[in-house]
């Protein structure tokens, strides 16, 4: 994509985007009201951008038309589903909207279910799943026509953290002859799934690159600090804090980040991910579960 941009009534809400894709798993890393969805909803093709272009093998999307649609499976961050249907009716349902011949669907929605743990639910009125079961069960779906790409906004929400593990291999298992892009505002989601990572604020592309590449732009300002606990407030109110563990003793460890040393005990600490979010967004901390 070349200079995406996407405006409503005067409001930008992606602003020139520019990225290359390949095949393997690339993770959109957002603060909260990024126009993360608008750029995901632009690159599924079920809305037009103001300006810019996307391509695929150089050709624009919007010559391709139903070729590129073949290509794609798509989550969208609102996943609907038909309460009445069973999962297996459901994936039938869509493998037919998509064209799928009849004997291939019933084989992709019975292997589908089974790779996100579904298999024995087949039968069952989507109506009784859970979130996280809805949430598997649209995974399942976006994977019916064997894409070539795969867009996933906000997967891992309301799965709990064995069905969140299971997608992260998962993604790892399909990602070797095809793209997946996933878009979340949980850093843990990203850390070891994705191999490209873009920062995404205010609709403009911050920066890019492997997870420990951008680990370290937190380089040099992460510090942990063991201090009396009625001494760790003021520490919260003078620095970012990505963590506070309380000890015993009446003492807290906080790890946050400074410039310089913020104290004459805080002891310098290996940056990660959360920490380069942290500082990027700044107070902008993802709530997990």
């Given at each position: 994509m070349s200079q995406l941009t996407k405006r409503y009534r005067g409001k930008t809400a992606v602003d020139r985007f520019s990225a290359r894709f390949q095949s393997g798993v690339y993770g959109l890393l957002r603060a909260n009201g990024s126009g993360k969805t608008t750029l995901m909803r632009m690159l599924a093709g079920v809305l037009e951008p103001t300006s810019g272009n996307i391509s695929l093998d150089g050709v624009p999307i919007r010559?391709?038309?139903?070729?590129?649609?073949?290509?794609?499976?798509?989550?969208?961050?609102?996943?609907?589903?038909?309460?009445?249907?069973?999962?297996?009716?459901?994936?039938?349902?869509l493998a037919?909207?998509?064209?799928?011949?009849?004997?291939?669907?019933?084989?992709?929605?019975?292997?589908?279910?089974?790779?996100?743990?579904?298999?024995?639910?087949?039968?069952?009125?989507?109506?009784?799943?859970s979130g996280g079961m809805k949430q598997r069960l649209g995974i399942a779906q976006a994977l019916l026509n064997d894409p070539a790409i795969l867009i996933l906004d906000e997967?891992?929400?309301?799965?709990?953290?064995?069905?969140?593990?299971?997608l992260r291999n998962l993604l790892g298992e399909i990602s070797a002859d095809r793209l997946v892009l996933l878009s979340t505002h949980i850093v843990s989601d990203l850390e070891n799934t994705a191999e490209q990572i873009l920062m995404v604020k205010n609709g403009t592309l911050l920066k890019q690159g492997t997870p420990e590449e951008l680990a370290a732009l937190a380089g040099g300002r992460v510090w942990i600090l063991t201090v009396p606990q009625e001494e760790a407030q003021g520490y919260q109110?003078?620095?970012?804090?990505?963590?506070?563990?309380?000890?015993?003793?009446?003492?807290?460890?906080?790890?946050?980040?400074?410039?310089?040393?913020?104290?004459?005990?805080?002891?310098?600490?290996?940056?990660?991910?959360?920490?380069?979010?942290?500082s990027c967004f700044g107070g902008e901390i993802a709530w997990e579960g």
């Open positions: 010559s391709l038309g139903e070729r590129y649609r073949a290509a794609l499976g798509y989550l969208p961050q609102s996943f609907g589903v038909y309460p009445r249907f069973t999962a297996m009716e459901f994936m039938r349902y037919a909207a998509k064209g799928m011949e009849k004997p291939a669907a019933e084989e992709a929605a019975r292997r589908l279910l089974a790779l996100v743990g579904l298999e024995r639910e087949g039968g069952q009125r989507v109506k009784t799943f997967p891992t929400a309301g799965l709990d953290p064995r069905e969140r593990i299971r109110g003078r620095f970012a804090v990505s963590s506070l563990r309380r000890l015993q003793g009446g003492r807290v460890e906080l790890r946050l980040q400074a410039e310089q040393r913020p104290a004459p005990g805080a002891a310098p600490a290996e940056p990660t991910l959360e920490d380069a979010y942290l």
